[in-house]
């Protein structure tokens, strides 16, 4: 195989952002003692506002400001998570703090309070967010059991499903076995275009009917909404950078999230990824005008 690919860059539509608004920091001669709890959350606040502006040590050294200022400032907790991301023990607990936090600003009776409108106030939408640093947490150390529960838990507080739950829940569902409750995911956003969707909707039918022309047409569906999977799922690509906070539905970033969420499905589904490249290496070099490029995807999708 040739060298590592750069992957091609596309615009972006953002999923949830993690970092909140900018707020109004109390006057700099003001000491935290002589500060309320809410006046030093909005500074702690506002620190990770900047924070969220800048990257390495400088952001956590302003997020362990921000905490210090206040334990309820919950992005300052998932900034801290991200980065000692590949540190499980630590990071799983800043994520907890993370939920906590968000849990003491929503109140005990969050549930009852502002149940159906869970996305749209602003602390139990923190909340929402943190569990989503969760599961995906979860997901990323090969641990679907867990993060399955918090898709799950997320996906019924907001039936609309404003964060994009349904995807990861979906790979999910596939990776833990619970094949009814997938089909019912699927069904319901049968017209769903997302890769999460399309992509694992093809892998389950290739999974319980084989190559047939069902499992086949519903890959090539899915090929049309985003052409970009099959180069990912290949595994030529080197990434040097950050993973993007946004994607865009049909794009490369999109591509790439799927593969982050769902590749251990497709590598543990025998004889799935040496399918996809059978059925789709005509569309493949269609598609993609770099001979090379297609030909190092097909390779790669072959191992399998």
Not at 38 to 59: C, F, N, P, V, W
Not at 86 to 109: F, K, N
Not at 155 to 169: F, M, S
């Amino acid at each position: 195989m040739t060298e590592r690919k750069t992957p091609p860059k596309d615009k972006s539509s953002p999923k949830a952002k993690t970092t909140p608004k900018a707020k109004t920091a109390p006057k700099a001669n003001t000491s935290a003692r002589e500060l309320s709890a809410e006046d030093r959350l909005a500074a702690a606040e506002s620190l990770i506002y900047h924070a969220a502006q800048t990257k390495g040590k400088q952001q956590v050294k302003l997020a362990k400001e921000a905490l210090a200022l206040s334990q309820d400032c919950v992005f300052a907790h998932i900034l801290l998570a991200d980065a000692v991301d590949e540190e499980y023990e630590p990071s799983t607990q800043h994520r907890l703090d993370a939920i906590a936090a968000a849990e003491r600003l929503a109140g005990p009776d969050w549930e009852t309070v502002y149940q159906g409108r869970y996305w749209d106030v602003k602390n139990t939408r923190m909340l929402m967010m943190a569990m989503e640093s969760l599961a995906l947490h979860y997901q990323d150390f090969g641990m679907p059991e867990k993060s399955v529960v918090l898709f799950r838990r997320l996906h019924e507080l907001d039936p609309r499903d404003r964060q994009g739950n349904r995807w990861p829940l979906a790979s999910t569902l596939y990776a833990t076995q619970q094949f009814d409750e997938l089909q019912s995911l699927l069904e319901r956003y049968k017209n769903d275009a997302g890769a999460g969707i399309t992509y694992t909707r093809a892998l389950d039918a290739f999974r319980r009917l084989g190559d047939g022309l069902p499992a086949r047409k519903m890959l090539l569906d899915a090929f049309k909404y985003n052409k970009y999977v099959p180069l990912h799922l290949a595994d030529i690509y080197d990434y040097e950078d950050d993973r993007p906070d946004y994607f865009e539905l049909g794009g490369d970033s999109e591509a790439l999230k799927y593969t982050d969420e769902s590749f251990d499905i497709w590598f543990d589904t025998p004889g799935a990824l040496k399918w996809m490249a059978d059925v789709l290496e005509p569309e493949l070099k269609a598609a993609h005008k770099d001979a090379e490029l297609v030909a190092d995807a097909l390779e790669g999708l072959r191992l399998d």
